[in-house]
């Protein structure tokens, strides 16, 4: 993978490749705020009923797809991971450049399925090709055509999905879908359900798209007027998205049109004008938006762009420091770059290499005062000691969390330092006694 800066790879012996291992998994729950401690009563009893499968895994699926490329337009990466979750229901679609009459334009989207993965990865796969059909995107672009198009697009292949639903006896899932598609002159932003984008312009978050939740008041008004309830902030205590394509348990009131039912798949599409100052857009699923907030986010990307120039670097850091931070789901990002997007800075170069040696530098200090004491050397005390520290020049929106990796390769080195050492002290002894 290539990047601005590479670190260098140190053979780990085995017995420290299982340390740090083992210690991981403490540092995980240190990051997900001891959501896996034991001794609460009420977890107790879940471990004990056996009759509900659980939806998350004793231990997250690392493992990521990462994929990148571009057009004379714009450059991309993508990356998705299964985390925590007992399955893997994130879908995307990264089409830089269209065919035909529509060659300078772009379409993006992820789609976070619940339920099963069948009508995420459905739209995955159709749901430009029900956009394109209605006509309204065009070359010679209107945007309230370009609009209603996407809208039309969404209402069909729900409808038609609908009908495959009933013929093939699919599951039962849905999905939200979070989309842009990008035109020579603006960015259209799409949005059914808590999937996000935005776009960072001069460093600044100057677009997002709104959340449907079912508390917000005029998703609560459409729930309520089909019928149902919010409860426990969910539709009918059940779901927790207030617009996704399938859910068709929930779109079964004869009574009421397509997109006034409990669950409307009725996106909502926003035009914004581009400019030379756009940076970046960024689309993600709630598994990452359930750890950073958007301004956080932003920041966190830009200044990776500054010492990174591998997109698909930047994603997986993205994953990973929502992980760290405590998202249970599935994660998927892409980031889609404008040519004005920041370039890797000699100087920001030196910063990062700066901060890092100090970081080492502390860690080594850390370890050394626990050795002192008689202490073994932790991985997770190390790491709890440096997120209480004030330390200058970490990563904004990332923090101490977003530099793991560079804790855990000084901890693994200086910890390889104390090992080497012990064969020699107790040769020594030995060499003393006789």
């Not at 309230?144 to 039309?152: A, D, H, L, M, S």
């Not at 709104?210 to 008041?217: A, I, R, S, T, V």
């Amino acid at each position: 993978m290539r990047t601005a800066r590479r670190a260098s790879n140190v053979e780990v012996p085995s017995f420290l490749r299982q340390l740090v291992k083992e210690t991981e998994k403490m540092v995980t729950f240190f990051f997900k705020g001891g959501a896996k401690e034991t001794g609460s009563g009420e977890e107790d009893s879940l471990d004990e009923d056996d009759s509900m499968p659980s939806p998350y895994l004793e231990r997250p699926i690392l493992e990521k797809q990462v994929s990148e490329g571009g057009s004379q337009l714009v450059n991309y990466a993508v990356a998705s991971m299964q985390g925590w979750r007992s399955q893997m229901e994130d879908a995307h679609t990264c089409m830089p450049q269209l065919k035909g009459e529509l060659s300078e334009w772009g379409y993006f989207a992820v789609f976070d399925g619940h339920a099963g993965t069948t009508v995420a990865q459905y739209c995955s796969r159709n749901l430009l090709e029900h956009i394109l059909r209605t006509g309204g995107v065009k070359a010679n672009e209107d945007p309230e055509q370009v609009k209603e198009g996407i809208r039309e697009g969404f209402l069909d292949i729900d409808r038609h999905m609908h009908k495959l639903a009933r013929q093939d006896n699919w599951d039962r899932s849905g999905s939200t879908a979070a989309g842009v598609m990008i035109s020579p002159r603006y960015i259209y932003f799409i949005n059914c359900g808590d999937s996000r984008t935005l776009l960072c312009h001069k460093g600044q978050v100057v677009f997002y798209t709104e959340d449907h939740k079912p508390f917000n008041p005029r998703e609560k008004e459409r729930i309520q007027n089909a019928g149902g309830s919010v409860t426990l902030q969910r539709v009918n205590g059940s779901l927790a998205v207030s617009r996704a394509l399938g859910d068709f348990d929930f779109k079964e009131v004869d009574w009421r049109p397509q997109t006034e039912q409990l669950v409307s798949p009725e996106p909502e599409v926003y035009e914004l004008e581009r400019t030379p100052e756009d940076e970046f857009i960024i689309l993600a699923c709630d598994g990452v938006w359930d750890a950073i907030g958007n301004e956080e986010l932003c920041a966190f990307v830009r200044s990776r762009l500054l010492v990174c120039n591998d997109l698909r670097e930047i994603c997986t850091q993205v994953i990973d420091l929502c992980l760290y931070k405590g998202s249970l789901d599935n994660m998927s990002i892409i980031i889609v770059c404008f040519p004005n997007a920041p370039q890797v800075s000699q100087e920001a170069l030196q910063q990062e290499a700066k901060l890092e040696q100090q970081i080492d530098m502390k860690v080594e200090e850390i370890i050394q005062m626990m050795r002192s004491r008689d202490e073994d050397p932790d991985l997770l005390y190390v790491i709890k000691f440096l997120a209480a520290e004030e330390m200058p020049g970490l990563p904004p929106g990332g923090g101490i969390t977003s530099k793991r990796d560079c804790i855990i390769s000084a901890y693994q080195k200086h910890i390889m330092t104390l090992r080497s050492q012990e064969p020699m002290d107790i040769e020594g002894s030995e060499e003393d006694s006789t």
